[in-house]
């Protein structure tokens, strides 16, 4: 699949260098081309294809960059090659000074990908080479925490970490045993050179602090504090401890800047942090469960006034994306350390802690969380600025009248009431589902009530049926009327301010006289035509929108491939219109 939205390299260094999991191709290799080393990358081990990298080393400025190879050419190429058995992720990705590289985020195949001619070839590290019937079997790949480093001893570990761990595991019908069967219960001790040895697992699980910089130093958390939305911190802690010891400061750190309003159902009150504990411990738990410890880099984590973001290093496990984390099978990629946190009760064992982040966020009226893949890294925000309240007391009665909302109908109520109204295919891809399986669910959801469909033929579009905007406070209809052309703003104008957040509020009542959701993306894609480029502030001061409205919309258009974003954050960020993009969708 392709992506669209991303225009800068990864946070946490330079782009990887060539070697066993990474190929750097020259900017006139041919999209089929191009294939075949995917392939071999994918029968190997996977990793990353970068294509361009030749001529942004060059000492003069290069007339032609990868951003004119088009990722729908290489997927496509891949898919024949492949008979449609490898799906890659494909980007382009901007570079300081302007110029880009396109790269291709392969998987790990699990199994053998054969040319049509039935030709098997594999990537060696430095070259493709042939793989005969016999070698290409599928091996799975090493797990790097079950590995007994070694030098390590049973000094390694720390006595009081071991307890936490047996308090933690206190169900565990092992938890009676003794420290030294404990461990080995849970698999943390193999015997190795004559004696039992912990693996890096243990260590990172009870390590002492000498092991953990002795062994596993890159298993540093490192936490800053951002009073404004400027990259700058005003406070940095970094941290080196066990996981257990890591998760438990790491709760004290943010909930010492964490805040609630609560929110009256009946007789129950609600409250709704602006960073919920279930949903942060579990993204942290994810990051330190999954990221690549093989790598040198650090978990970072930013908290902002209006998000939490965690930097994860190693990307996405092989074959998923920001686009079917929801639906796709779960991957391990450090499957002892999972095993044993899964069996501490500490991570889900069936893979649905994704699902969990997704649902209570969503029921608390928030957006859901976002996904940020680089060549070596991901990044998973979860916004706070701001909920709606009445959304978070129609789901809590909901509730209680024992009607209970799945995932996928309270990704639908969410978008339509953030966003008025949608096309099946739009809530398909927040369904992350083909457009073909979504029918049944949104039938459903008609005949109860939930939405209803507006407008004939292929302009149909779905909104919240009339008992939800009720209870949303939206009596009135979501698509009024259409309005005259938006006049073309004036550039010297100054901007509107845009409204303080109130988050305990319910939304107001659409004005009939604003623009429509068309009309805004209309004004967003001529001030960008007009001027070069469209920012949050510009189209807050044409629409009369706030800042999370206006960036809805601009991050729709990034979606649909309309806009290009260039720099970082939700105000300082400017978009540009795409190739072929001249006029609104």
């Known amino acids: 699949m392709t992506l669209d939205a991303t225009d800068a390299i990864s946070p946490l260094g330079v782009l990887p260098p060539p070697g066993p999991t990474c190929i750097h191709l020259p900017l006139n290799v041919t999209p089929q081309e191009l294939a075949r080393y995917a392939v071999g990358l994918a029968n190997a081990r996977g990793g990353t ?15 032609r960059d990868a951003g004119e190879l088009h990722p729908l050419m290489v997927t496509h190429a891949i898919f024949e090659l492949s ?7 494909v980007q382009h990705h901007r570079l300081p000074g302007g110029l880009k590289v396109l790269a291709v985020f392969v998987p790990h195949a699990p199994y053998v990908l054969a040319a049509p001619d039935g030709s098997v070839i594999a990537w060696d590290g430095a070259h493709l080479v042939p793989v005969t019937p016999s070698a290409a079997e599928p091996v799975a790949a090493p797990d790097y925490t079950a590995t007994v480093p070694p030098d390590a001893s049973l000094a390694d570990l720390d006595p009081a970490e071991v307890a936490r761990l047996r308090s933690l595991g206190r169900r565990l019908s092992a938890s009676a045993l003794p420290d030294l069967d404990f461990l080995r219960e849970l698999g943390l001790l193999l015997p190795s050179g004559g004696a039992l040895r912990p693996t890096l697992a243990a260590i990172l699980l009870a390590g002492t602090p000498a092991a953990l910089r002795a062994h596993v130093p890159q298993a540093e958390v490192c936490f800053y504090h951002h009073a404004t939305l400027d990259p700058e911190f005003q406070f940095r802690e970094d941290l080196l401890r066990p996981i257990p010891a890591l998760l438990t400061r790491l709760a004290e750190l943010i909930q010492a800047r964490n805040r609630f309003t609560p929110v009256q159902v009946g007789l129950f009150r609600i409250e709704v942090w602006d960073q919920d504990e279930v949903v942060y411990r579990e993204a942290l ?38 686009g079917n984390i929801l639906r796709h099978q779960p991957k391990r990629r450090n ?11 500490l991570v889900e064992r069936a893979g649905v802690g994704v699902d969990k982040m997704y649902s209570l966020m969503l029921r608390h009226g928030k957006e859901p969380p976002e996904f940020t893949p680089y060549p070596d890294a991901v990044t998973l925000a979860l916004h706070s600025p701001g909920f709606d309240a009445e959304f978070v007391r129609f789901v809590a009665k909901k509730q209680e009248e024992m009607q209970t909302l799945s995932l996928d109908m309270l990704i639908v109520l969410s978008l339509l009431a953030r966003e008025g ?17 979504t029918p049944r669910l949104l039938r459903g959801m008609e005949d109860h009530g939930l939405i209803a469909r507006a407008g ?19 009596e009135r209809a979501v698509l009024p009327a259409a309005q005259p052309e938006l006049p073309a703003p004036v550039a010297s104008a100054p901007a509107r301010p845009a409204p303080a957040p109130t988050p305990a509020r319910p939304r107001p009542e659409r004005d009939p006289g ?19 480029r469209v920012r949050n502030v510009d189209l807050r001061a044409a629409c009369g929108l706030n800042t999370q409205q206006a960036w809805r919309v601009l991050r729709r258009l990034v979606q649909d491939g309309l806009l290009r974003k260039l720099g970082t954050g939700t105000r300082d960020a400017a978009y540009e219109l795409t190739q072929g993009a001249g006029q609104p969708a």
């Open 285 to 322: 738990l994810n990051a330190l469960t999954h990221r690549d410890y093989t790598l040198r880099d650090a978990v970072h984590v930013h908290y902002f006034p209006d998000r939490l973001e965690i930097m994860n290093p190693g990307g996405l496990p092989g074959g998923i994306t920001p």
């Open 456 to 474: 004939v033929g292929r302009g149909i579009a779905y909104v919240l049926g009339e008992e939800v905007r009720v209870a949303l406070g939206r």
């Open 83 to 89: 008979g449609g058995r490898l799906t890659v992720n």
């Open 335 to 345: 499957p002892l350390l999972a095993e044993v946190l899964s069996r501490l009760g």
């Open 49 to 63: 294809v970068l294509v361009g990298v030749d001529v942004v080393e060059q000492p003069q400025p290069p007339e």
């Open 514 to 532: 604003a623009p429509t959701s068309a009309e805004v993306r209309a004004a967003a894609l001529t001030l960008a035509r007009e001027q070069g």
């Open 421 to 437: 109204e949608a096309t099946r295919a739009h809530l398909a891809r927040a369904l992350q589902l083909p457009e073909d399986r």
